[in-house]
């Protein structure tokens, strides 16, 4: 959240107390400069500045035969610039160095650039690691202090990051990992050491990844737009090792369920409820056979009801299990050979096109 720069800070004003005769002008020496009034101008924001003292002083002290005082100062600088990091690595920042009196207010002083916008040399062939200089721009904006108004000359500077580095580190690393990842869809459900291997490897990589861009990456204090690519690409990895356990364990279900078909046929439990009815009213002796007909005939009724109850719930249970039940768990690897791609896709598209 800040930029070192080095300016050379060049002043200009005008002390009729120093007129002289002649048309030319006079370098001082810069210990002079405790002689002369200066403006007590300061860098706002800044954290840590100070003055190139080899082999002396850089300072120029000059004077000129109208009154006019050139004073120039070579001066690195450290400043705060407050930098909104949500579309990082594609953002774009504008940062400002202020200048403002320090004790002057705006009675006192008053600052001007004197050639507008030509008064800032240096940025149009500044070459930066990670930034591109888009633009810049001065004005002439008011410090509010509770000692007074103090006047600010400032320059705006907007900072274009370099996103090439960041694709090839990060972007493209992490999309051949998701691609990679695609590959166990192509190898049988059978081998599962194969399968299990590429789905673990995969995530491990990815974690790498994440964790290397977190100790080099910036930390703030919003979700940047690196974290959700590696985030989706995680998601997607993960997936992928998700979906083979899905389909291995369909296809257990799925031979468990043919060999439970071959065993025990579908409705045998029915007809063995039936004969149990038909034993109970066979096992009736002739004594109570007038007295217990009424009773075996509303019992058998109750009892075919609550069996036909039960029937149904158990019909809309398989119903329901069916419904979530793969009949060919083979159709699941060919099913995300297409889905995976394609979302991957869909994905990429909606974040390239709300990020740029």
């Given amino acids: 959240m800040d930029y070192t720069s080095t300016i050379f800070l060049r002043q200009r004003w005008l002390d009729e107390r120093l007129v002289f005769e002649g048309n030319t002008s006079i370098t001082l020496d810069p210990r002079l400069v405790q002689l002369l009034w200066v403006p007590d101008t300061y860098i706002v924001d800044s954290k840590k500045s100070f003055l190139h003292d080899v082999t002396v002083d850089n300072r120029l002290v000059r004077l000129y035969s109208n009154g006019t005082v050139l004073y120039a100062l070579r001066i690195t600088t450290t400043v705060a610039c407050n930098m909104d990091l949500t579309k990082y690595p594609m953002d774009r920042q504008t940062c400002k160095l202020q200048l403002e009196s320090w004790g002057y207010n705006d009675k006192d002083l008053v600052y001007k650039w004197m050639r507008g916008n030509d008064s800032v040399r240096g940025m149009d062939n500044l070459q930066l690691a990670q930034y591109t200089v888009e633009k810049y721009y001065i004005n002439i904006t008011t410090g509010m202090d509770e000692t ?144 217990n007909n009424l009773k075996s005939e509303i019992g058998t009724n109750h009892f075919k009801v609550n069996l036909g109850f039960w029937l149904k719930i158990r019909e809309q249970l398989n119903m329901s299990i069916s419904f979530f039940t793969v009949g060919n768990p083979e159709n699941i690897d060919h099913y995300s050979r297409v889905a995976f791609p394609l979302l991957f896709l869909i994905v990429n598209l909606f974040y390239w096109l709300y990020y740029l």
């Fill in 148 to 291: 007074g108004t103090y006047p600010r000359p400032t320059l705006y500077f907007v900072l274009k990051r370099n996103i090439i580095y960041f694709i090839l580190e990060t972007y493209i690393p992490s999309s051949l990992l998701v691609v990679l990842s695609w590959i166990s869809f192509w190898i049988s459900r059978t081998s599962v050491p194969a399968r299990t291997c590429f789905g673990v490897t995969t995530v491990l990589s990815m974690t790498t990844i994440l964790m290397g861009s977190r100790s080099t990456l910036p930390t703030a204090n919003c979700i940047k737009a690196i974290d959700v690519y590696l985030g989706i690409c995680f998601a997607f990895i993960f997936g992928a090792l998700l979906e083979y356990a899905v389909t291995h364990y369909c296809s257990e279900k799925h031979a468990a369920r043919k060999e439970r078909e071959k065993k025990i046929p579908p409705e045998e439990w029915q007809d063995n409820a039936v004969i149990l009815v038909n034993n109970e009213c066979k096992e009736m002796t002739k004594e109570d056979k007038i007295d």
